[in-house]
């Protein structure tokens, strides 16, 4: 949040009006906050504070605060250099330092209006963040395919299985050489499971426990979901195995299964397939491998309750056991 504030104060002491950002998510996760925070003068915490968008606890969807907010007029251009893909979506977030907590805020307007995708420009990102960043991306498809309480219908449905297979084709030529081309397909595919993301379906455990070891432990967005998605794909199996079997189909083309050495073994479950695509990639797979120490587990149980998503899980997240 302070870096947020920051750069709300310099916009408005400079008389900025157009703010550009060459990187990877939290430049420009930060830089949407920003418009909001200028167009509705939250140029303190104290202020800033009071835009946080609203939360509806059943859903995970968010809105603008009651009352209403002003629609940002700073324009933005995001050139992307990682697959997070947040730049396609008006939601952003702020870590509060009092709490340790990331506030959401939101407005319709308040997006990048302008996406400039370069993949040879994206050639310079260290392998690690584009690796990672696109299995959060894999991350956001396989979510919202195994929604829990509403399911994905028409072109949101058929938007996020083409950004699925388009995420894994590309991460599977990068990793065999081809990056250009493999960057150029992980580009479209994190695009086009952005707008289903924007059309507010709820996720569930793997991004409300994922924000809590980003906020609490600092491990960065794609590990997270690097160590995460896997385990909550094997949870939720016994609820949502029909879901889960439709967008394995996009695993099982385009050879997919043999590049991961898997040809002989066509009947995976989803966990162990996301399992070996990202050990594939060399990404962490456990809490020991992102170093999360044991004294933190209890406050990522505990914060994760309180986020966006536990309760749209497919089998909701209401209690934790003692870790």
């Known amino acids: 949040m302070d870096d947020v504030l920051a750069i709300a104060n310099a916009v408005k002491d400079s008389d900025t009006d157009c703010l550009l950002t060459l990187g990877a998510g939290s430049i420009w996760d930060a830089c949407k906050a920003v418009k909001i925070a200028t167009a509705n003068n939250g140029f303190t915490g104290t202020h800033f504070l009071k835009l946080r968008a609203k939360i ?12 209403g907010i002003n629609p940002p007029t700073l324009k933005l251009i995001c050139i992307p250099t990682s697959l997070s893909a947040g730049e396609y979506n008006p939601k952003t977030g702020s870590l509060d330092p009092q709490t ?3 506030i959401p805020f939101y407005h319709p307007s308040g997006m990048s209006d302008v996406i400039i995708c370069d993949p040879i420009l994206a050639a310079r990102t260290p392998e690690w963040v584009w690796l990672s960043t696109g299995i959060w991306s894999v991350d956001h498809a396989v979510e919202t395919l195994a929604a829990g309480q509403e399911k994905p219908e028409g072109w ?3 938007a996020a299985e083409n950004g699925l297979q388009l995420l894994v084709q590309g991460l599977s030529m990068y990793k065999n050489g081809n990056g250009d081309e493999g960057r150029d397909l992980c580009f479209r595919g994190s695009w086009q499971v952005a707008q289903a993301i924007t059309q507010a379906f709820p996720l569930g455990g793997s991004h409300a426990i994922g924000h809590l070891l980003g906020s609490v432990a600092g491990v960065p967005h794609g590990y997270t979901s690097c160590v995460l998605l896997p385990a909550v794909m094997k949870y939720n199996y016994e609820v949502n195995a029909v879901e889960q079997e439709n967008f394995m189909k996009c695993f099982r083309t385009n050879n997919i299964f043999a590049d991961l050495g898997l040809a002989e ?4 479950r989803t966990w162990d397939v996301l399992s ?14 992102v170093k999360l120490p044991k004294e933190k587990w209890e406050a990522v149980a505990e ?6 998503w536990p309760q749209t899980n497919p089998i909701p997240l209401v209690k934790r056991n003692k870790c």
């Open 156 to 158: 949101v449905k058929n």
């Open 56 to 67: 509806n606890p059943k859903t995970g969807a968010v809105s603008v605060p009651d009352g």
């Open 303 to 308: 914060g994760t309750l309180s986020d966006l």
């Open 100 to 102: 340790g907590k990331k």
């Open 276 to 289: 070996k695509l990202i050990v594939s990639l060399a990404m962490p797979q456990t809490l020991e491998d």
């Open 265 to 268: 073994k066509p009947d995976l």
